[in-house]
């Protein structure tokens, strides 16, 4: 239906649902995800894990003299317009973190003019604690 005038029309962009707005949206999703992304790791928000135990377990296609692989960052995981921004912390600072990241996300998005939604029942926070200290029969 798109282009038919006076059915549909956009004032500016395209209509929502269309293939050319669903691309659209990721290109500019990705960019700006980048860009928080970015910006969470230059102030430590962001998990990097050593991959050497899988590189040795599993062996790797690079040769020996290939460093690049040894570390990579946890980071974001993206379908279509959903997405999962894994946040790790200790409990005494999780809630604090995640206000930190919820303000740093919308100032980034925001900042292109592009704003998150956080109503209810479109953005939500979960939490898993894992315990590494101490026995199991520790009281919770």
Not at 10 to 21: E, P, Q, R
Not at 118 to 133: A, C, D, I
Request: hydrophobic share 50%; charged share 15%; net charge negative.
């Amino acid at each position: 239906m798109e282009g038919i005038s006076g059915i549909t029309t956009t004032s500016i962009g395209v209509l929502a649902g269309t293939s050319v707005a669903d691309l659209l949206f990721a290109a500019v999703d990705a960019i700006l995800a980048a860009m928080l992304h970015e910006r969470l790791r230059g102030i430590g928000l962001v998990l990097t894990v050593d991959t050497d135990a899988a590189r040795n377990y599993f062996g790797s296609a690079l040769n020996d003299t290939d460093t690049f692989l040894a570390r990579t960052d946890v980071g974001r995981i993206a379908y279509v317009d959903d997405a999962l921004l894994p946040i790790f912390d200790t409990a005494q600072n999780l809630t604090k973190t995640v206000a930190a990241v919820a303000a740093i996300a919308a100032d980034t998005y925001m900042q292109h003019g592009a704003q998150l939604n956080f109503e209810v029942g479109k953005s939500e926070v979960m939490l898993h604690f894992n315990r590494t200290l101490g026995t199991h029969n520790e009281g919770f």
